[in-house]
């Protein structure tokens, strides 16, 4: 049984300060108290097991603002806020277990009949202040400034380091106000420039030292519970900052025939928040600390267009489109191993490397150059592999297969995404229909292909699910294959093969048809429509596995996106 109940209120006022107009002060409350209990029995393994848990969450949000407005002498508009703010989330639960119950009958309710006995509690705090003054000023809605300082704490940080500063500025230009572009082909042109800094948070106590309970020594005959040290504490660590400027321009040109807008951004984040790595006889393998910088540039286009426009049919295209390309420019630490890499997570192949020059979602993989085939065994070219395997490229030329042979093959992000948008309208009837993609180019938007989670890439597998006729697998008779023979096992590498997740899906559409207003009102309806819609129809990608977008490969627990088709009919009186 599993019951969960919620008690939420929200309580608000405004007051407009008298004698003093455009003053207000508004306060928002809100909180949100949330328990459950759950409780099972389970008697099919004869001595039956059997819990209970109780849980309680408690979370509430304070919020006081106080805002100005005014406009002097027709043209000088002033819009000035302040916020002070606080937001406090708390939760615990308590579990008990048994298993083995000479009497069954009351189960959860009597866990002490247990043979075996165990209880388990868990809780969690975490608090949040902020505040924030901004200035608004715009001069015949021509000319706009805004100037924003925000002041930002989170509980997780230690103590120095809770709060931090984040300013922001922006400049607007609305150009087609000027007398120049009166009778120009612009119905509306903005110019905007802005600069800013955001913070990124860390998780609940992670710059603490974290220690976890268990049976961790032995006293005679009896186990008792002893501590033992998780994770390190790091009081230096600070808020991650990303500052940047942003260009952007805002248009409506040839009657609006043609509308949208175009950013270009350039970031860089300080203090990037990750787990560096240091030496395992610390008793630790790393520790949450700030390092290194990264930069993003980016460009983004949104278009709206009405290519045509009669009395009887209609057709308007919306166009989006972004691409990103982040670089780590800054890292701690030195190339020991003289790879090219900054030695942060240098330590096995399944550590995430870092190196300066690279994205953040670069991938470090092994070279393949084909498969080992049945003619190198008999030319005695074989020697630490297998007939079906991977060809893997000794990059330093040393006969081994190590981490040092590690190359970049690409990254996880993508080169670019679009969406396109189409929507027809003739008379009664409306189509539209959106084409989403996301694209990696040549070497980005990369997805692991890992067949062998669950057993698929085993020979017994492979063999008795008859896989062979559904991934292509390395066999004596298709010897240019995706993956290597399940007869087979890497053993000088865990090399897994990487593949482009580029695909453009037909997302939605939708068919319509509205009866005529002629017909409706004899019928005595207000509106009748039919319709017929669908979503995810149709995806167009190369990539061996289920859903690309959600990154999930060849693997027994996979699915695929759902499809869905929908009829309808709307009808209003």
Known sequence: D?????????????????FIKGLSYTINFGNNYRWARRFNSDEGDGAGTAFKMNSSAYDWTLDNILSYKTTIADKHNIDATFVYGARENEYEETMAQGIGFSNQELTYNSLEQAETFTATSDAWEESYVYQMGRLAYNYADKYYLTATLRRDGFS??????????????????????????????????????????????????????????????VDGSTSLIGQEARELANPNLVWESTTGFNYGIDFGIFNNLVSGSLEYYNTTTDDLIFGFVIPEATGFSSILSNIGEVKNTGFEASLNINPLRTDNFNWNLGIVFATNQNEITALPGQDNNDNGLVDVNAGSFNDQFLEIGESIGAIYNYEQDGFWQISDFQAGLIEDFQIGSERLVDQNGDGVIDTSDLVVVGRTEPAYQFSISNQFTYKQFDLSFLLNSVQGGQDGYLGEQNVWEGGIGTLSAAVLGNFYREINFWTPNNTNPDFRSPASFQEAANFRPWEDRSFVRLQDISLSYNLDSNLTDKLGMGNCRLYVSGKNLITWTDWNGWDPETNTGIALAGRPVMRSIALGLDISF
């Open 2 to 18: 599993d019951k969960r109940n919620s008690l939420f209120a929200k309580f608000y006022a405004r007051v407009d300060v008298p």
């Open 156 to 217: 997780a940080f230690p103590d120095g380091n809770k709060t931090a500063l984040f300013p922001s500025a922006a400049l607007g230009w609305v150009v087609s106000e000027e007398n120049f572009m009166r009778d120009s082909f612009a119905n509306y042109l903005k110019l905007r420039l802005s600069y800013g800094a955001n913070g990124n948070l860390i998780n609940r106590y992670a710059s603490s030292a974290l220690v976890t309970s268990e049976a961790a020594y």
